[in-house]
């Protein structure tokens, strides 16, 4: 189950470390407005329910602290071969395409112990940030 602060869901971007603190810094410069998750391993294994358009999320920095409050603006059940490339670049990480985008979370997941095909059911995430 995730975490609640202020009786609104956490959503922590990334990995602890580098990685968090990194995505949420794009997140609080308006530069990521979309993140990534998997059905069976975010939602799924953790008995929780899918974001709602207009739900408001607490974004958390490595510390667990609140940093800010985002609100979902867009939720999308997608296969993983299926993503498109507007949502990779909303992701504001960089990617330099759809392959490359795919090959990064293909490794990420794979990683924390739970690989992808290109049916596998990605969690398309919109939000934007309400407040700091």
Request: with cysteine; charged share 25%; net charge negative.
């Amino acid at each position: 189950m995730w975490g609640r602060i202020e009786g609104l869901r956490v959503i922590e971007l990334g990995t602890p470390g580098e990685m968090r603190r990194q995505l949420t810094d794009l997140t609080l410069a308006g530069v990521k407005t979309a993140t990534a998750g998997l059905l069976a391993l975010d939602y799924h294994a953790e008995g929780e329910p899918l974001e709602h358009v207009g739900e408001r999320l607490a974004l958390v920095a490595d510390s667990g602290a609140k940093v800010a409050e985002l609100e979902v603006v867009d939720v999308q059940l997608v296969p993983f071969a299926e993503v498109t490339w507007d949502f990779a670049q909303a992701e504001g990480e960089g990617f330099r395409s759809i392959d490359h985008w795919r090959d990064a979370h293909r490794c990420y997941w794979t990683a924390e112990g739970h690989p992808v095909d290109d049916s596998s059911t990605v969690v398309c995430l919109r939000y934007r940030l309400v407040s700091e």
